[in-house]
């Protein structure tokens, strides 16, 4: 009997717009499959009660808003930006004429802005690459050429040399049928397989400005780099050398072979890139056979048994074992981390750093602290998971030298990892319909719950009774579960903005909140069964336990009474639907991308005033080609950077039968590409 693949059976709820095929290989059909947190988080008591014995609150319930160095990752903003300093946020910065919602298969812009494709799929990143051929690609060419999906984007200037920088992307995914005509689902060739396998990961590509515009184009430069599924990274932290990493191929438990379904990612202030691996379940086949661990795999949505039945489509395990649980039971153990990529040093391993915890990582910012402690903010992206913080130990190494960023390499290994509680300020008045309960909207305070000190030795001390630091370092959410840890509708990205240290989440959506069996509607996830998302704001004491937090957008049609802009005129912002990625421009705006845009128009970029008369004024900036999503925005002074992902993953079509023929038009296949968007003559919003 052949079985079909279970996209064809599943059915969208109208919560969003995605294809069914960008579920089936983005996150595995996560949306599709039972709610894997099914805790119930009664221990909080417990874990408190035991914590404030080993008296591990540290600092004051206070919360005190130290906004220090944290400003050193705001990007250059010249004249405009320094005119921002002391009014940062208030929507200069953000003045162009909106576009309007569409369909179109292009990059939609405002009036006045000019746009080009700075790196497509396939094009050539290292020497010796060949120019990209959509009907005879191989594995070897992949490797040296730029991956698939790009999601992630960060643009480092290169020291010295105006007009130059390094840009660093991830590869979140691959969508096979996109990728070759005639391809069977569940049935890949070898060469297909190690296509795929080379197509995830990271690019690191030098980029050239031209005089005066925004265009940037790839350069063969010296730090031109290409991480795939099959390059070694270092594990640091509890997990690294533990029971849980070993494998046949690695008894050391340390050395880990590729990144998979990296996400979203961060910039360090010492200038490396960090990356979130996400959905990393999806490409293990098989059960794992001691009842322990398949519990703790079904945590990560590990041991659906449909491997060829549209579940696992990609099927690696038919050509590299690690990839069958059955076979290598640890090997899926050594992915869903945070990574650091020094993209300075092409020939440095990089890192997956367990001490800030294994779960479906959206990405990781960091901020800090006036004293140098460094703070990395993550969530974890599925619905009704966690908000999680890490805070470093040691100071962070002042200076922009290559011994200080190696120093700083470290510092994400030895700290404490915290995970949220939230409480609402008015839960009698929350009935999850999306009705603000007060004036100021939705609010509340909030506690970080410590799970997990990592020493200066690497070695973790678990701060959850009946679990071993390494258990907390590689099932972190079963820790927090424990540790009565509030559950999040989707918490994508997670960071504070340079300018004012406030810290922003994008929660993308939740149809199942408040449906039989699930946590129901509270003033942090407010709305029953949630279709558009909400932007959560907080109030950090970034290296202390205590915030307060308020929503600063509950998202969806302007015109619905479920909607919320901060108390800003609804109708005067542009609708917005499912934010997924967060970035600051060089004022304190927050930027804002979607994924999966529930209100029947294509994904796009939106910018938000978070300050004074304009705060909550939301409007739209672009919008991306048919079937994709809107990634790794950058915002400066100069120009805009996104990623278009899985342009033309439209239910119905593939590479036999194109959805889009962006960015090259004609006939020609749809391609994954950064592009770079700027405006004539004159800077950003402004
Ligand atoms: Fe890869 Fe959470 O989106
Ligand atoms: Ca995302
Ligand atoms: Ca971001």
């Given at each position: 009997m052949s079985l079909k693949p279970l996209a064809l059976f599943v059915q969208h709820?109208?919560?969003?717009?995605?294809?069914s095929i960008t579920c089936q290989y983005k996150c595995g059909n996560a949306c599709f499959?039972?709610?894997?947190?099914?805790?119930?988080?009664?221990?909080f008591g417990d874990i408190v009660a035991d914590i404030s014995r080993r008296r591990l609150?540290?600092?004051?319930?206070a919360a005190v808003l130290a906004v220090g160095a944290?400003?050193?990752?705001?990007?250059?903003?010249?004249d405009e930006a320094d005119a921002a300093e002391a009014n940062?946020?208030?929507?200069?910065?953000?003045?162009f004429t909106p576009i309007a919602p569409n369909k179109q298969d292009a990059v939609v812009i405002p009036e006045g802005y000019e746009q080009g494709v700075v790196?497509?799929?396939?094009?050539?990143?290292?020497?010796g690459a060949p120019a990209f051929d959509f009907a005879n690609q191989t594995a070897a060419a992949q490797a040296k050429q730029f991956g698939f999906n790009n999601d992630f984007a960060a643009l480092l200037p290169i020291e010295g040399r105006d007009g130059s920088f390094l840009l660093v992307v991830n590869h979140e995914y691959t969508t096979e049928p996109y990728m070759f005509t005639g391809y069977t689902p569940g049935n890949p060739t070898k060469e297909q397989v190690e296509i795929a396998l080379a197509a995830h990961g990271l690019s690191v590509v030098e980029v050239k400005g031209e005089n005066g515009g925004g265009k940037l184009s790839p350069v063969m430069g010296q730090y031109n780099r290409r991480i795939t599924a099959t390059t070694e990274f270092t594990v640091t932290g509890?997990?690294?050398?533990s029971a849980f990493l070993?494998?046949?191929?690695?008894?050391?438990?340390?050395k880990v072979l590729g990144t998979l379904n990296n996400c979203s990612g961060g910039v360090t202030p010492w200038g490396t890139v960090l990356s979130g691996e996400e959905?990393?379940?999806?490409y293990f086949a098989g059960v794992l056979a001691d009842p322990a661990m398949q519990a703790m795999g079904k945590r990560y949505g590990?041991?659906?048994?449909?491997a060829g039945q549209?579940?696992?489509?990609?099927?690696w395990e038919l050509f590299d074992?690690?990839?069958?649980v059955t076979q290598?039971?640890?090997?899926?153990?050594?992915?869903?981390y945070v990574v650091e990529v020094?993209?300075?040093?092409?020939?440095a391993a990089p890192i997956k750093h367990s001490a800030l915890g294994r779960?479906?990582?959206e990405a990781a910012n960091i901020y800090v602290t006036a004293d140098g402690t460094v703070v990395a903010y993550s969530g974890d992206?599925?619905?009704f998971e966690y908000m999680y913080k890490f805070v470093s130990s040691r100071k962070i190494e002042p200076g922009n030298t290559a011994a200080a960023r190696k120093a700083n390499m470290?510092?994400?290994?030895q700290g404490t990892l915290y995970v949220a509680k939230l409480t609402g300020d008015?839960?009698?008045?929350?009935?999850?319909?999306?009705?603000?309960?007060?004036?100021?909207g939705f609010t509340g305070k909030g506690q970080w719950i410590p799970i997990l000190e990592t020493g200066a030795d690497g070695k973790g001390r678990s701060?959850?009774?009946?679990?071993s630091a390494e258990e907390v370092a590689v099932f972190t959410r079963v820790a927090g579960d424990k540790a009565g840890a509030t559950k999040m509708d989707r918490p994508e990205d997670f960071e504070a903005?340079?300018?004012?240290?406030k810290v922003y989440v994008a929660l993308?959506?939740?149809?199942?909140?408040?449906?039989?069996g699930k946590a129901a509607a509270d003033?942090?996830?407010?709305?029953?069964?949630?279709?558009s998302g909400q932007i959560l704001e907080l109030v950090d004491d970034h290296k202390g336990t205590a915030f307060t937090w308020s929503l600063l957008l509950v998202c969806?049609?302007?015109?619905?009474?479920?909607?919320?802009?901060?108390?800003?005129?609804?109708?005067?912002v542009s609708p917005i639907s499912c934010p997924d990625n967060l970035a600051f421009d060089p004022h304190g705006n927050l930027w804002i991308s979607t994924d999966g845009?529930?209100?029947?128009s294509n994904d796009g970029l939106f910018s938000v005033a978070l300050?004074?008369?304009?705060?909550?004024?939301t409007k739209q900036f672009l919008t991306v080609p048919i079937g994709a999503e809107t990634c790794g925005p950058v915002i400066t002074a100069d120009r805009v950077l996104v990623c278009v992902q899985?342009?033309?993953?439209?239910?119905?079509?593939?590479?036999?039968?194109?959805g889009s023929h962006w960015?090259?038009?004609?006939?020609t296949q749809p391609r994954p590409s950064v592009v770079a968007v700027w405006k004539k003559n004159g800077k950003i919003g402004v």
């Amino acid at each position: 009997m052949s079985l079909k693949p279970l996209a064809l059976f599943v059915q969208h709820d109208g919560a969003s717009s995605r294809a069914s095929i960008t579920c089936q290989y983005k996150c595995g059909n996560a949306c599709f499959h039972e709610v894997p947190n099914t805790s119930e988080g009664t221990y909080f008591g417990d874990i408190v009660a035991d914590i404030s014995r080993r008296r591990l609150f540290r600092g004051s319930a206070a919360a005190v808003l130290a906004v220090g160095a944290g400003s050193l990752l705001a990007a250059c903003g010249g004249d405009e930006a320094d005119a921002a300093e002391a009014n940062p946020g208030t929507g200069i910065g953000t003045d162009f004429t909106p576009i309007a919602p569409n369909k179109q298969d292009a990059v939609v812009i405002p009036e006045g802005y000019e746009q080009g494709v700075v790196i497509r799929w396939g094009d050539p990143v290292l020497p010796g690459a060949p120019a990209f051929d959509f009907a005879n690609q191989t594995a070897a060419a992949q490797a040296k050429q730029f991956g698939f999906n790009n999601d992630f984007a960060a643009l480092l200037p290169i020291e010295g040399r105006d007009g130059s920088f390094l840009l660093v992307v991830n590869h979140e995914y691959t969508t096979e049928p996109y990728m070759f005509t005639g391809y069977t689902p569940g049935n890949p060739t070898k060469e297909q397989v190690e296509i795929a396998l080379a197509a995830h990961g990271l690019s690191v590509v030098e980029v050239k400005g031209e005089n005066g515009g925004g265009k940037l184009s790839p350069v063969m430069g010296q730090y031109n780099r290409r991480i795939t599924a099959t390059t070694e990274f270092t594990v640091t932290g509890p997990a690294a050398g533990s029971a849980f990493l070993k494998t046949a191929a690695d008894p050391t438990g340390t050395k880990v072979l590729g990144t998979l379904n990296n996400c979203s990612g961060g910039v360090t202030p010492w200038g490396t890139v960090l990356s979130g691996e996400e959905n990393f379940n999806q490409y293990f086949a098989g059960v794992l056979a001691d009842p322990a661990m398949q519990a703790m795999g079904k945590r990560y949505g590990l041991g659906h048994p449909g491997a060829g039945q549209g579940e696992m489509p990609r099927r690696w395990e038919l050509f590299d074992k690690r990839f069958d649980v059955t076979q290598e039971p640890n090997e899926s153990h050594r992915f869903g981390y945070v990574v650091e990529v020094d993209p300075w040093d092409p020939a440095a391993a990089p890192i997956k750093h367990s001490a800030l915890g294994r779960f479906k990582h959206e990405a990781a910012n960091i901020y800090v602290t006036a004293d140098g402690t460094v703070v990395a903010y993550s969530g974890d992206d599925e619905r009704f998971e966690y908000m999680y913080k890490f805070v470093s130990s040691r100071k962070i190494e002042p200076g922009n030298t290559a011994a200080a960023r190696k120093a700083n390499m470290g510092i994400l290994a030895q700290g404490t990892l915290y995970v949220a509680k939230l409480t609402g300020d008015h839960p009698d008045k929350i009935d999850g319909t999306g009705k603000a309960p007060s004036d100021k909207g939705f609010t509340g305070k909030g506690q970080w719950i410590p799970i997990l000190e990592t020493g200066a030795d690497g070695k973790g001390r678990s701060l959850v009774d009946g679990m071993s630091a390494e258990e907390v370092a590689v099932f972190t959410r079963v820790a927090g579960d424990k540790a009565g840890a509030t559950k999040m509708d989707r918490p994508e990205d997670f960071e504070a903005n340079p300018k004012t240290g406030k810290v922003y989440v994008a929660l993308t959506n939740n149809s199942n909140r408040g449906t039989e069996g699930k946590a129901a509607a509270d003033e942090a996830n407010p709305r029953n069964q949630n279709k558009s998302g909400q932007i959560l704001e907080l109030v950090d004491d970034h290296k202390g336990t205590a915030f307060t937090w308020s929503l600063l957008l509950v998202c969806g049609d302007p015109q619905a009474a479920d909607t919320y802009f901060a108390g800003f005129d609804k109708s005067k912002v542009s609708p917005i639907s499912c934010p997924d990625n967060l970035a600051f421009d060089p004022h304190g705006n927050l930027w804002i991308s979607t994924d999966g845009n529930a209100l029947k128009s294509n994904d796009g970029l939106f910018s938000v005033a978070l300050e004074g008369e304009r705060r909550g004024e939301t409007k739209q900036f672009l919008t991306v080609p048919i079937g994709a999503e809107t990634c790794g925005p950058v915002i400066t002074a100069d120009r805009v950077l996104v990623c278009v992902q899985h342009p033309g993953e439209l239910d119905g079509h593939s590479a036999d039968n194109p959805g889009s023929h962006w960015p090259d038009g004609g006939t020609t296949q749809p391609r994954p590409s950064v592009v770079a968007v700027w405006k004539k003559n004159g800077k950003i919003g402004v």
